[in-house]
């Protein structure tokens, strides 16, 4: 939990408890998904409920506890704990793939999705396949799985951009902060990194960490082609996701965000939120009351959770 002041519409200051983050731009960029209070399995909603009580009871200075990204529903469960307002700041949806559930059909992953998206992905694999076998690659020591993330970097630079809140490998914290998890955590079977090869050259590569049999899928580099029918992020997935399947894991989750990729190959689950969990605090309330006002002129600004 860290405390900082922060400055809004350059007046108003409010003092902010955080859950797992800092307040700083550059150590934030990491941004947990599915954040929450750390809990032994089993025990999640005693302990959400008893540091909720003591942070609203024991704890008189704060006007402001910001969390996210949250499953809404937890965040709702939050709101109605602690009695709080709960501003919503920021909103994501998640698609991701029920591989039970996929077992359970016996259906090829394939054919679950729309017939464009299997004849862009069918193709691609067809046309991959003339330079050679395409296949699924893993590293063989923590080291290899670091160079593998490290070999990312360029691809993810090229695609989202080296400016702040773009590509985390712009930020050195980000970098350092990845390397020293997949190096601690590569040989526990916390993290995978999976690379597409097609014949002797590396098309795609995919960053995912590994939880309780479910795979969330954290970022990717993908060589681009300027022959778009060349798909290697589709592709790639949609062997992942085969992959994963035979091995037995639950879910393969493409956590926050409504890119084009995520809503072909996956279905919606889950609202991603980060919401601040307000004091009854004059100033917090005549911010309410501004930013009400501005939503009837701006109906797609950020709202009260609902």
């Given at each position: 939990?860290?405390?900082t002041e922060e400055r809004r519409h350059g007046v108003l200051r409010s003092n902010c408890l955080r859950l797992h983050q800092t307040g700083h ?282």
């Open positions: 939990m860290v405390q731009r550059q150590q934030d960029q990491i941004w947990i998904e599915y954040n929450g209070f750390l809990a032994e399995q089993g025990m999640e909603a005693s302990v959400a409920a008893a540091c909720l009580q003591h942070l609203c009871n024991d704890m008189p200075q704060w006007d402001e506890f910001i969390v996210g990204a949250i499953d809404a529903e937890e965040a709702r469960h939050y709101a109605e704990l602690t009695g709080l307002f709960a501003h919503l700041r920021w909103e994501a949806p998640c698609y991701g793939v029920d591989l039970d559930a996929l077992r359970r059909s016996g259906q090829h992953y394939l054919d679950t999705l729309t017939r464009n998206t299997r004849y862009q992905i069918n193709r691609s694999h067809r046309l991959y396949e003339a330079w050679g076998a395409v296949e699924l690659v893993r590293p063989d020591s923590a080291e290899e799985a670091v160079a593998i993330f490290d070999s990312i970097g360029p691809l993810h630079l090229n695609r989202w951009g080296a400016g702040p809140d773009q590509s985390g490998y712009a930020n050195p914290d980000f970098v350092r902060f990845h390397r020293s998890l997949i190096q601690d955590q590569w040989a526990s079977g916390g993290v995978d990194l999976v690379s597409v090869k097609a014949g002797d050259d590396m098309i795609a590569s995919f960053y995912n960490l590994l939880y309780d049999q479910k795979v969330y899928f954290y970022l990717g580099g993908m060589k681009t082609e300027p022959d778009n029918r060349y798909k290697p992020g589709l592709l790639g997935h949609s062997l992942c996701i085969e992959d994963y399947r035979h091995h037995g894991f639950h879910y393969y989750d493409f956590m926050g965000g409504d890119e084009r990729y995520k809503t072909q190959l996956g279905a919606l689950h889950k609202q991603l939120v980060q919401v601040s969990l307000q004091r009854d605090r004059f100033k917090l309330k005549l911010e309410d009351v501004m930013r009400k006002a501005r939503n009837r002129l701006l109906p797609e600004a950020g709202g009260r959770l609902k």
